[in-house]
């Protein structure tokens, strides 16, 4: 890996779905000559085009993308895979000389780009129901003085003491030669500070709802026929993706269209919902709050958002 890879920097845009990431995100690449890494778990998958409102052709023929495409969707994905493609993103967006801009919603892909992704051995199965064990008998009280007894500054270090699983997961690594937490537990997403684009709830269900129409009228049961006679079964990631589940009901005769329209609606308000969450509790995001089509005052605001907190650094 090029060393200097670990010192790499990008422009951050995260939020809901449907919130405009995608449409910001290609203005501003087109703009600066950036390139962007996607950070959705969604669109790793080849021939999941329609449901996952992948770029078009067009837009990635004048902007180069990164984590699209990666994987069939008959196969497994992993945030350790992810990091691998942003290492070859940054890689040679270094060597070009180009800014790169990281745009999506899976916050667990943000995360480990901000804090590192260490590689972390299994638990041992007998290590792991001996600490169940002692939680069983003992509470939170005897996770928490067996940690602070082994690695008293690991304990104090903790952000969240009384978090059973977190702490069971400390002593495992202990036992595994670790002598301290891996990066990923750190802190770090909290003082990056990145640009976050919100939608009022009123307008993002719109949003929500007419994507789902324009994916069921550009062919989304099309798409999703092809999918399944050409892989006969999807991987349980790809299987489950919202509009695919629901589209596969539908074929199989399970739902009528319209109530696999509204299905598709539902789950996707209730994963932005999630994905809200996650980003104010997880992150220190900076957000701008975006009306229904003005594409153009948000751009120009994540811009000016950007250059008042430059890019942030991120490991890879």
């Given at each position: 890996?090029?060393?200097?890879?670990?010192?790499?920097?990008a422009?951050?845009?995260?939020?809901p779905?449907?919130?405009?990431?995608?449409?910001?995100?290609?203005?501003?690449?087109?703009?600066?000559?950036?390139?962007?890494?996607?950070?959705?778990?969604?669109?790793?998958?080849?021939?999941?085009?329609?449901?996952?409102?992948?770029?078009?052709?067009?837009?990635?023929?004048?902007?180069?993308?990164?984590?699209?495409?990666?994987?069939?969707?008959?196969?497994?994905?992993?945030v350790?895979?992810?990091?691998?493609?942003?290492?070859?993103?940054?890689?040679?967006?270094?060597?070009?000389?180009?800014?790169?801009i990281?745009?999506?919603?899976?916050g667990?892909?943000i995360?480990?780009?901000?804090?590192?992704?260490d590689?972390?051995?299994?638990?041992?199965?007998?290590?792991?129901?001996r600490?169940q064990?002692?939680f069983?008998?003992d509470?939170?009280?005897?996770?928490?003085?067996?940690?602070?007894?082994?690695?008293?500054?690991?304990f104090?270090?903790?952000?969240?003491?009384?978090?059973?699983?977190?702490?069971?997961?400390?002593l495992?690594?202990?036992?595994?030669?670790?002598?301290?937490?891996?990066?990923?537990w750190g802190?770090r997403?909290?003082?990056?500070?990145?640009t976050?684009?919100?939608?009022?709830?009123?307008?993002?269900?719109?949003?929500i709802?007419r994507?789902v129409?324009?994916m069921?009228?550009?062919?989304?049961?099309?798409?999703t026929?092809?999918?399944?006679?050409?892989?006969g079964?999807?991987?349980g990631?790809?299987?489950?993706?919202?509009?695919?589940?629901?589209?596969?009901?539908?074929?199989?005769?399970m739902?009528?269209?319209?109530?696999?329209?509204?299905?598709?609606?539902?789950?996707?308000?209730?994963?932005?919902?999630?994905?809200?969450?996650?980003?104010r509790?997880?992150?220190?995001?900076?957000?701008?709050?975006?009306?229904?089509?003005?594409?153009?005052?948000a751009?120009?605001?994540?811009?000016?958002d950007w250059?008042?907190?430059?890019?942030?650094?991120?490991?890879?």
């Amino acid at each position: 890996m090029n060393p200097s890879v670990s010192h790499a920097q990008a422009y951050f845009l995260v939020g809901p779905t449907a919130a405009g990431k995608t449409a910001v995100a290609q203005r501003l690449a087109e703009s600066m000559g950036a390139d962007i890494l996607s950070a959705d778990s969604m669109l790793v998958y080849r021939g999941m085009d329609i449901g996952t409102a992948k770029p078009s052709p067009a837009e990635r023929s004048r902007v180069r993308y990164w984590g699209l495409d990666l994987v069939e969707p008959s196969g497994s994905f992993s945030v350790a895979r992810f990091i691998r493609e942003a290492r070859h993103c940054f890689e040679s967006a270094l060597e070009r000389g180009v800014p790169v801009i990281i745009a999506g919603g899976t916050g667990l892909y943000i995360k480990a780009l901000l804090n590192g992704l260490d590689e972390l051995p299994n638990p041992s199965p007998d290590v792991r129901a001996r600490w169940q064990l002692i939680f069983e008998r003992d509470g939170i009280g005897g996770l928490q003085s067996a940690l602070a007894e082994r690695n008293p500054a690991w304990f104090q270090g903790l952000a969240d003491p009384a978090n059973s699983r977190r702490l069971m997961r400390a002593l495992e690594l202990i036992e595994s030669g670790f002598f301290e937490p891996p990066r990923s537990w750190g802190n770090r997403a909290r003082e990056s500070v990145v640009t976050g684009i919100d939608v009022p709830r009123e307008i993002l269900v719109k949003r929500i709802e007419r994507r789902v129409q324009q994916m069921y009228a550009a062919g989304l049961l099309e798409e999703t026929r092809a999918l399944m006679a050409r892989y006969g079964s999807l991987s349980g990631t790809a299987a489950g993706a919202i509009g695919y589940a629901e589209a596969t009901s539908c074929l199989q005769g399970m739902l009528p269209q319209g109530a696999a329209m509204q299905l598709t609606i539902q789950r996707t308000r209730q994963l932005a919902k999630r994905q809200m969450t996650w980003f104010r509790h997880q992150i220190n995001v900076s957000w701008i709050t975006m009306k229904d089509t003005d594409f153009e005052s948000a751009t120009a605001l994540v811009a000016a958002d950007w250059q008042q907190h430059g890019p942030q650094s991120v490991i890879c």
